[in-house]
């Protein structure tokens, strides 16, 4: 399976200006959605449990972000390390109206925090579905997530909702500040 992966980082690789972003989060938190939103947001469509990933690239300022969006079921995080390589970037997706996952969401974001392939990767949290009524707000999030916890990288959490597309290019905006060469 990392041959495969590697093989096609490889041909995605040859883009200019290119910057590998990594997609996780729970199950059901808007990965595809958000994805789906940024690459063809004139049809909406109703997404599928993703198995295995989606991978798109993305023009935004004068980048290529090569997107990897894997899917968040319990049963294959397992597999999501065979996806860290390289990546310049991790998104990291919160379903803001449901506040009983969100334990479940920080102990998998802490993890992965800790994980050495991913230790020069920026951080953006999508507080995603802003759109639905009483939902957490960002700064809940960055709260609840222990966010202000997190000094050895730059982050930001950027409030959204995928389906309207509320909030998903300001997200965009910061990571290609953050991805700006220093
Ligand atoms: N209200 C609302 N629903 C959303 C939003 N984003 C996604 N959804 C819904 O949430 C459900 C799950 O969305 P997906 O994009 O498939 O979630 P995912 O993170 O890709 O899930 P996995 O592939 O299983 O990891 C779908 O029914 C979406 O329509 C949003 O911003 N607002
Ligand atoms: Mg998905």
Redo the contacts with the bound molecule.
Sequence with gaps: MGQILARLFNRFGRYKNHQKILML????????????KVTDPSTPR??????GFNLESVRHRNLTLIMW?????EKIRALWHHYFIKSNALIF?V?S?DSSRIPEARKELQKLLHEPELKDAKLLVYA?????QNCLSSSDLTDMLDLSLVDDRQWHVQA?????GKGVYEGLDWLADALKPS
């Design positions: 989060g729970l199950d059901g938190a808007g990965k595809t959605t958000l994805l789906r109703l997404t599928q449990p993703t198995v969006d894997v899917g968040g079921q997706v379903d109206s995603n579905k802003q759109d639905v959204c909702s995928a389906n309207t």
